[in-house]
């Protein structure tokens, strides 16, 4: 897959979005334009995330986390565990606006930026739980998720103890990791799902789009 030649962050939003076979309004392509503003200004003082260029971030994060999108199938109920400056839950709110999204958070900053945030773009539906959630915690919570994502933030096996409980029958929980997950962390994480109500998890490969870099997204569902 050849590197986009373009320099400028929302060209290289628009090729990406073009290449996953998406569509968006300009009102949301607006949108990611000042989360991607807000997200370097705060960068600047607070570490929110460790890409630091508009390139990597449109790449690694927006489109990243866009790339899982046909994976939701029909939920209308989201959780987005440890989900730091808003990956992948909030880029997949702005995708798909009548998502009615809970972003799990346990650190102070980036829970204040998330805030910020929503509150700038005026998303309905959005909920920030600035908690460190724990399997015990999540058990107290209501099973009333479509799904449950994560990316990057836990082992496989810790987020499926923290996912399944949350998860309606036949929700779906999506883990998005890098392309080489430890087999013996798939191993233990195949092991849990009998006991946590899930199916076996499967893997999907995928691409980032414009740069080709391999992804890996793990998906299973409550039996």
Not at 119 to 134: D, G, I, N, R, Y
């Given at each position: 897959m050849p590197h986009s030649s373009s320099t400028q962050p929302m060209d290289l939003l628009r090729e990406g979005i073009t290449v996953l076979g998406l569509e968006l309004h300009s009102q949301v392509l607006e949108q990611f334009r000042l989360y991607l503003e807000e997200l370097q200004r705060w960068n600047a003082r607070v570490n929110l995330?460790?890409?630091k260029t508009d390139r990597d971030i449109v790449i690694k994060h927006f489109l990243d986390s866009l790339a899982v999108?046909?994976?939701?199938?029909?939920?209308?109920?989201?959780?987005?565990?440890?989900?730091?400056?808003g990956f992948p839950g909030l880029a997949l709110k702005l995708a798909r606006p009548a998502l009615n999204l809970t972003l799990v958070e346990a650190r102070a900053k980036k829970a204040a930026f998330l805030q910020y945030l929503v509150?700038?773009?005026?998303?309905?539906?959005?909920?920030?739980?600035?908690?460190?959630?724990?399997p015990a915690l999540a058990r107290e919570w209501d099973p009333r998720f479509?799904?449950?994502a994560s990316r990057a933030a836990f082992p496989l096996a810790r987020f499926l103890e923290l996912a399944a409980p949350l998860l309606r029958p036949?929700?779906?929980?999506?883990?998005?990791?890098?392309?080489?997950?430890?087999?013996?962390?798939?191993?233990?994480?195949?092991?849990?799902?009998l006991s946590l109500g899930l199916e076996s998890p499967a893997l999907h490969p995928y691409l980032l789009p414009l740069t080709g870099e391999p992804r890996l997204l793990v998906f299973t569902r409550r039996v």
């Open positions: 995330t460790g890409l999108l046909p994976y939701l199938g029909d939920a209308t109920l989201l959780a987005d565990l440890g989900s730091g400056p509150s700038l773009l005026k998303l309905p539906e959005v909920e920030v739980a600035q908690v460190h959630l724990t479509d799904a449950v036949g929700g779906r929980a999506l883990a998005l990791k890098g392309p080489n997950l430890p087999p013996s962390e798939l191993e233990a994480a195949r092991k849990r799902c």
